[in-house]
């Protein structure tokens, strides 16, 4: 088990620019705990890159750690090395972590959700520090790594468990401002779509659109649109072309939607659901 966690470890910090780094010292400790044979280790790993460009875009490894109660230098030194290492991060984390608490958790990859790691839910004490990565690796400036520990305080003779993680992730600001730009792009083409609707003025294809529009839509478009939505079926009896075929058809699609746990945020399964009561 030691051994294959070791050759595991050194792959993974031989693909890190391990040119006096600016996580040399938790690079270290972290090593020195993941080695240490009276340490039990459960991992996981994940590493992803560009195929056009082979750069790497996702990094995610972590180690669930059971340590003797008379190793806890080893946490120590970890938790001290992050310490060290963060005159050089940009941001350094660390308290106890309480059942009132929220579970915190570091990104992967562009952070959209789907791997993102907590490193608290096993409870206890945490510190994490997030660095830049190195501009020979990432010219732009658009990534970054994370190094985090979790552990619960030993009592007495008691066994000390934890868990250690790093993940390599697009930043915080980098993140927010894509955001805000897909943000943007969507209420440019929501308001281009509403202006040609307007022109068209056709019940039913003014209905389709917004519909269609939800589907790869934000939160707050999604609700925007089924607003919309609720007013021309509201003002149904200002569209005088609209047959009986058109409400049927309309009526099962929106059934289809609120049924849909993609549609299942509280105020727009609300939206949809007045839609359907107004489609008389």
Sequence with gaps: MKTST???LCLILSAMPMLATAQSNIQSAFNAL????????TESHILEKDPDTDKKTSQCDVYNFVVPADQ???IKNIVNAIEKDSQHAYGLYSGSLT????DITLAVGDGNGINDVSLTDL???????VFLAPKSEDPEGK??????????QPKKNDNITGRLVVTYATTLKYRQQAAAEQQQNQWKMFNKMNKELQEEDTWFDTLMSYFQSMSDATSKTRIALATKAFKVIRDTSKYPEVTTADKDA??????????DGKYSESVLNKLLNQCLVELK
């Design 6 to 8: 070791t050759r595991l």
């Design 34 to 41: 993941i080695k240490n044979s009276d340490v039990q280790i």
């Design 72 to 74: 806890f230098k080893l």
């Design 99 to 102: 059942p009132a608490n929220q």
């Design 123 to 129: 409870g206890g004490d945490y510190s994490y520090a």
């Design 143 to 152: 990534y970054r790594y994370a190094y985090g520990i979790s552990y619960k």
């Design 250 to 259: 309309i009526r099962e699609i929106l059934k289809v939607m609120v049924s």
